[in-house]
């Protein structure tokens, strides 16, 4: 089922054509202009571009948050679109994690709570809930937070709170949409680093949108927008 | 997922405040008012019990059909004392009540009145309870006079002092004609009792129809509505069920209904407003919390939580929530209902007089009735209920990216 490309890593996200139509008035807004890219596992991509070249609107398309005017969105193979909106939700919960930009976290859990909330959507028994949680906490170095509610921690500290929530589901890939705009630059460093160590040391895929070039610099691949349109789609070995 | 629902509400009971507070108003306006309506039309049964007679009453069965002075009872005064010392019995009222011609020199025509003879010493306390003399003087025991009701005064033009001659028939047919000076008027919160009533000493009555130690009916006071059926019990040893009709307030005050459904009516619309209002300011707080909580939302469904189990969530938060201000609506309302029911509610200045002309009650007591809280906490439930479907409905028509966006908040 999996689309393999060479060095045997597989596809997990192709998206075909893909365009996303906004009303604004009367003119008509391309957000994702005939868009056609690929993730492989194991990436460590950034979404780059002007504000309002369609960064998020990508990143929503391919989340499976947003409908395409047209086009494709594959995942695993799987054209989401053609999921109902509850098997959507469903296959959100079981392939693909979140970061977002502000509020991540649910306010009255604290951050263990969080983290092991998805896995208890997914319907993982207590004990490996337990586990896993304290796994990823050591991971983002936050061992000593595990109680603490989400308006104790700093806006760095939430983000990578909201790295080990996304990951705590194992999803496919993780799709961050500027995930460092709220943070300052040490803040900001410190988060990639955290991901950049889980994609090494745990093989997870990113995919992240952002306006920093410090972020784009520990990028891997930048694929970059203007107009909804891929201008430039560049790897990097570093 | 309730556990989540109850933390919401436990770690942040701040952002509940406002629907508890909106929820807490309803509950605590519609009971107050809930009692308030009620109270009116207990109140209302008082006064029409204290304006028409008493808890119980007695009558002969021929009397109850005929109204004919022919069928009044003949009762020795030893039994009417008997019933006076009984317990909870506050007053018996012998009443004599006849139908009569007046006429009066200021007028060419003669009009039919019902005479009613009355004790005045007992009487005085009742009937003042609910009226008040215009002019003039109450009955003293052995007074000739008679004393009309603030509308017959005005039809017939007279005044204090003036005389009524008075024709009628009396008891066994003998002729019953007199001349009566007008001693007093009296406003009467009855409008149809105030332009037909006349009253006389039940002496003068007595001796004007020559009915001796006849009455036409007899009313008992109790002091507490429960007891009626006591006393009930004891005087039917006294009054057979052949020959006499014993019928208690519960019977007597259906002959008002009309009065009450009227009231009731009125009521039910002022509620209904009431409902409309404080439900939509719950439905205004929800709606707020709704959009304050809509980020959230969409995180929760971007990330995987079904739309199902988040609407059952919210639900759970609600009814919790609305249940905290249901509880602290009838705690709060508790105290303050109990004292207005053994305390009249006052009544200052003109309100309060437009008021006493046009409702039949002097003094508004509210009703202390449990059933009556268990009703408005159940009907608010319900406002509750259905306006924990605005954010249900929201939930599952969000569209999460929009939710997302920073455009939205
Ligand atoms: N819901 C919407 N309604 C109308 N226009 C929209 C909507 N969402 C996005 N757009 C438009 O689509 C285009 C792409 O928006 P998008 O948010 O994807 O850009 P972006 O690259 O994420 O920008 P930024 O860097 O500011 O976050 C913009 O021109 C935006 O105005
Ligand atoms: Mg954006």
Not at chain 2, 93 to 113: F, K, M
């Amino acid at each position: 089922m999996n689309e393999v490309i060479n060095n045997n890593r597989s596809i997990i996200v192709r998206t075909e054509n893909l365009c996303k139509l906004f009303l604004n008035g009367k003119s008509e807004i391309k957000a994702t202009d005939h868009v056609n890219l690929s993730i492989t596992s194991g990436e460590f991509t950034a979404v780059v571009g002007p504000s309002g070249s369609g960064k998020t609107t990508l990143l929503n398309l391919i989340g499976g948050l947003a409908t395409p005017s047209s086009g494709r969105v594959f995942v695993k193979g799987k054209d989401i679109n053609q999921l109902k909106e509850k098997e959507l939700v469903k296959f959100r919960l079981h392939n693909i994690g979140f970061v977002f930009q502000f509020l991540n976290l649910i306010p009255v859990l604290t951050v263990e709570e969080n983290i092991s909330f998805i896995m208890e959507l997914q319907g993982t028994n207590k004990e490996q809930r337990n586990r896993r949680t304290a796994e990823l906490l050591e991971l983002i170095g936050m061992k000593d937070r595990a109680r603490s509610r989400p308006y104790a921690l700093s806006g760095g500290q939430k983000q990578r709170v909201a790295v080990a929530r996304a990951l705590a589901s194992k999803p496919l890939f993780i799709l961050a949409d500027e995930p460092t705009a709220n943070l300052d630059t040490e803040a900001a460093e410190t988060l990639l680093n955290t991901m950049l160590l889980l994609n090494e040391k745990e093989k997870v895929t990113f995919l992240f949108s952002t306006h920093d070039p410090r972020v784009m610099n520990k990028a891997r691949r930048l694929i970059t927008l203007e107009d909804g349109r891929i201008t430039k789609d560049e790897t990097y070995v570093r | 997922m309730i556990k989540l629902a109850w933390l919401n509400l436990q770690r942040n009971p701040y952002r509940a405040m406002s629907i508890v507070s909106s929820v807490f108003i309803a509950a605590f306006f519609c009971i107050l008012f809930g009692s308030f309506k009620k109270g009116v039309l207990n109140s209302s049964a008082d006064s029409i019990l204290k304006i028409s007679g008493g808890h119980i009453e007695i009558r002969s069965k021929s009397y109850s059909q005929t109204r004919s002075i022919d069928d009044i009872m003949c009762i020795d005064s030893a039994i009417l004392d008997s019933i006076s010392i009984l317990p909870h019995v506050k007053r018996v009222l012998p009443t004599l009540r006849a139908y009569a011609l007046i006429s009066h020199s200021s007028s060419s025509s003669s009009r039919a009145v019902v005479l009613v003879g009355i004790d005045p010493e007992s009487e005085k306390d009742r009937i003042r309870m609910v009226s008040e003399m215009v002019e003039g003087e109450w009955f003293s025991e052995f007074d000739r006079g008679v004393i009309i009701g603030e509308n017959m005064r005005n039809l017939l033009n007279i005044g204090i002092g003036d005389t009524i001659a008075v024709m009628g028939v009396g008891y066994h047919g003998v002729s019953a004609v007199g001349l009566f000076p007008v001693q007093g008027v009296i406003g009467l919160p009855v409008a149809t009792v105030d332009i037909n009533s006349m009253f006389m000493t039940l002496s003068a009555a007595q001796e004007l129809f020559q009915a001796d130690d006849c009455y036409s009916e007899i009313y008992i006071m109790s002091d507490k509505l429960d007891k009626v059926e006591v006393i009930e019990s004891f005087i039917q040893s006294d009054f057979s069920s052949d020959e006499y009709e014993i019928r208690d307030w519960k019977l007597l005050i259906d002959e008002h209904l009309v009065y009450f459904r009227i009231t009731d009516a009125i009521g039910f619309i002022v509620m209904f407003f009431l409902y409309l209002l404080v439900g939509s300011n719950i439905l205004g707080a929800v709606i707020l919390m709704t959009k304050e909580r809509k980020l959230e939302f969409s995180v929760l469904v971007s990330i995987g939580m079904p739309r199902d189990k988040l609407s059952r969530t919210m639900f759970y938060e609600l009814i919790m929530v609305a249940f905290v201000g249901l509880i602290l609506a009838v705690i709060v309302s508790l105290p303050i209902v109990y004292y207005f029911s053994n305390n009249p509610i006052p009544l200052y200045g003109e309100a309060a007089e437009t008021l006493k002309k046009f409702f039949i009650y002097a003094e508004i007591y509210l009703s202390f009735d449990l059933s009556l809280f268990i009703e408005q906490f159940l009907i608010v439930f319900c406002i509750c209920l259905a306006v924990i479907a605005y954010p249900v409905i929201i939930i599952q028509r969000l569209k999460v990216d929009e939710g997302l966006s920073k455009r939205e908040s």
